[in-house]
């Protein structure tokens, strides 16, 4: 688990400096999402979201934003691409729904992740 965890934290600073879109006002996660946003270290823990301007990291997966974002009156809608175990699915647009307690993430395929806080 902690190899998935370091390999999906490894894309996300790979992809970081591929995208320059900023939409979102800072990070959002749990804990351990969010303390990884500040400090850079992980522990390894099973239980991991972090959502910001590259993408979505969880303990499992990553999801790479592309494009550019669409506002939209709750959020956003973005072009992402998962990958999980070293397998990458399709490109999807994802809804981003901001609410009082934070991001939700939306799938397709009825998926959703969230609500997820803002890093403090």
Same mark, same amino acid.
């Given at each position: 688990m902690r190899i998935l965890l370091m390999t999906a934290l490894v894309s996300v600073l790979l992809t970081s400096t591929a995208s320059s879109a900023t939409f979102l006002d800072g990070a959002y996660g749990e804990k351990e999402g969010c303390t990884y946003s500040? !400090?850079? @270290?992980?522990?390894?823990?099973?239980?991991?979201f972090l959502l910001n301007d590259e993408g979505?990291? !969880?303990a499992t997966a990553f999801c790479a934003f592309s494009g550019k974002p669409t506002k939209t009156a709750s959020g956003f809608k973005i072009t992402a691409q998962c990958e999980s175990e070293g397998e990458k699915g399709q490109k999807e647009t994802v809804d981003l729904k901001k609410?009082? @307690?934070?991001? !939700?993430?939306?799938?397709?395929?009825? !998926?959703?992740?969230?609500?997820?806080p803002k890093c403090k």
């Open positions: 500040q !400090t850079g @270290e992980s522990s390894g823990a099973d239980e991991f979505v990291t !969880t609410s009082p @307690e934070g991001y !939700t993430i939306n799938f397709k395929d009825g !998926t959703s992740w969230g609500p997820l």
